[in-house]
Structures are given as C-alpha cells and as structure tokens.
C-alpha cells in the first residue's frame, strides 16, 4: 500500500494563478482530509469529505474548494491564489465506524508558495 | 485564546534523557486525546492516543490526561537520535469529531 499521495510536493504561484492539489489514498478509507500547516499554528482543518460525492467545510475553507468524485481521491483547488494561501498542504484519510478511534493517516504534504 | 496551547520550543535534550511534553486545553468537552510525531518535511503519524483521564503506556513513551487540569502530557524515557521529531498533541470531543491540534513542540536529542 501506497498510503496517502500527494502531489505536487513543492509550487510557486503568482497571485490570482489556480491550482489543483491531488491527493490519493489506496487504503479504501471512507474519510478525507485537507489540512493546512503555518508556522507557530498547528494543523487547521480545510475541507472533509465522508465519502464519494459529500463534502463539508473544516476551519478555514474560504479560497479553497473540493470536490470527491471516487473514494480514492480528494483533490483541492485554489482558484484565485493569494500570499496568505502560503503554507503545508497536508492531506490525511481515515477509516471510520461507529464507536471507532479515528486515526488519520497522513500524506507528505505540498509546499505551496505564492509571490 | 487559542483552544490548545502548547510551547513549540524548541527543545534539546542529550540521548538517554526522560522528554517531557505538554499541551494545556480550555474546552473541557474534549475527551479525546492524541499524540502525532512529525519528522522534517513529513507528514504528522499517530503516536499515542487516549480516552479521557489517565495514562497509557507503549514502549518508551507514557501519555497522561489530566482532566481536571486540562492538561496533557507525553513522556519519552530514553529519548533516541531517533526521536528527533516535532510532536504535535491533537483532541477532539467525540471519536468522530474534528480534531483541534496544538502548535506542536520541536525535540532534538543530541547523541
């Protein structure tokens, strides 16, 4: 197993490009993530997905949209790119059932720059 | 205030030290607590994770939940080259709820 893909792992953008982060999980998890890393900020919460066709807003999903069109994938966009989109971009899944801890499985991150 | 503090350090202990690190939290619905280990340029990986009050052992590393403190402890007994990581804690109010993480604390052990 594969685990968690992501690509790309480093971008630069210009302000106002877009791109689409792609994230990939062969573990048949039910649960997606995108997740955001700054400095001195830990982890902030983007977009989750539950499964095939649903998605809902995390902590901070202003700029950013998702889409989940298969269990395997759940990439992001960044439509109108801004320097605060600077940071980590993580992607993470999970298995979950009723009752259940959920452990996230996490991919190595994209290392999004905007000038 | 943020919801979780922990200091970021960073943190530079010899090899065979005993690591202490902590988070302080101020929403007493939290009931579940993680820990994630992050090495340079990764991805965060569970750790450690434990339910409510207590602590939980694995190998070398304790975690202790204090709820009447709010507040949550790793211990590393040992401390490795290896353990070298930032570690982050993470909880949430439910298994299936959002997960708020600290700022995560930088540890270097210096052979």
């Known amino acids: 197993n594969a685990g968690v893909t992501q690509t790309p792992k480093f971008r630069i953008l210009k302000i106002g490009q877009s791109m689409t982060l792609q994230c990939t999980q062969d573990?048949?998890?039910?649960?997606m993530y995108w997740y955001r890393q700054d400095p001195g900020m830990g982890l902030k919460l983007i977009y989750y997905?539950?499964?095939?066709?649903?998605?809902d807003k995390g902590e901070v999903p202003n700029g950013y949209n998702v889409s989940r069109s298969t269990t395997e994938d759940f990439p992001l966009r960044l439509e109108l790119a801004a320097p605060s989109q600077t940071s980590v971009y993580f992607c993470?899944?999970?298995?979950?059932?009723?009752?259940?801890?959920?452990?996230?499985?996490f991919g190595p991150g994209t290392r999004l720059t905007v000038l | 205030q943020k919801e979780v503090e922990q200091d970021p350090g960073p943190l530079s202990v010899p090899e065979g030290a005993i690591v202490s690190l902590n988070c302080t939290y101020s929403?007493?619905?939290?009931?579940?607590f993680m820990w994630y280990r992050q090495y340079s340029r990764k991805g965060p990986e569970l750790l450690m994770y434990?339910?409510?009050?207590g602590n939980k052992e694995d190998g070398r590393f304790t975690a202790q939940v204090d709820k009447s403190s709010k507040y949550i402890s790793l211990f590393i007994r040992d401390s490795q080259p290896s353990d070298s990581a930032t570690y982050l804690c993470?909880?949430?109010?439910?298994?299936?709820?959002?997960?708020?993480f600290g700022e995560g604390t930088q540890l270097t052990v210096n052979p």
């Open positions: 573990m048949n998890h039910n649960y």
């Open positions: 434990t339910y409510s009050s």
């Open positions: 993470a899944s999970s298995y979950r059932r009723t009752g259940s801890t959920d452990t996230q499985y």
């Open positions: 997905s539950v499964g095939a066709g649903i998605t």
């Open positions: 929403n007493s619905a939290f009931q579940y």
């Open positions: 993470a909880m949430s109010e439910t298994s299936g709820s959002r997960l708020t």
